[in-house]
């Protein structure tokens, strides 16, 4: 095992959220302020998964008083406390770009288990 693999694998967290594209998920982000920290909640949905290890990102998009806001964090980060899943969304694909054209109730993924 070369050394980079093995400081990578000492970095990723025990226990990583587990969720997919589409799902609707409540980031917990801890932001540090001067001497301070607090938790900031990001919700969205989840538009891409990507990388691999602890290079593993995802982004995350909402729409805040009509305009569309996206955030994209690394998976195994310290400043991300953790990730909860909302909603489960039924996708087809791995990256839903098309959801950054659309807006309102077309913005909306279905949710699993419903038709």
Do not use: C
């Not at 594209?21 to 301070?36: A, C, H, L, Q, S």
């Not at 290890?53 to 806001?69: A, H, L, M």
Request: aromatic share 6%; proline share 3%; hydrophobic share 30%.
């Amino acid at each position: 095992m070369s050394i980079i693999s093995e400081i990578e694998a000492s970095q990723l967290k025990a226990e990583a959220p587990q969720f997919n594209t589409g799902d609707t998920v409540r980031v917990y982000n801890r932001i540090k302020e001067g001497n301070r920290e607090r938790t900031q909640v990001f919700e969205g949905t989840v538009l891409k998964i990507q990388g691999g290890g602890n290079r593993t990102t995802f982004t995350v998009r909402k729409e805040s008083s009509g305009i569309g806001v996206e955030k994209t964090w690394p998976l195994h980060s310290p400043n991300v406390e953790k990730v909860e899943v909302v909603r489960a969304g039924k996708v087809r694909r791995a990256k839903l770009n098309y959801l950054r054209n659309l807006s309102g109730k077309k913005a909306k993924v279905k949710e699993k288990g419903q038709n």
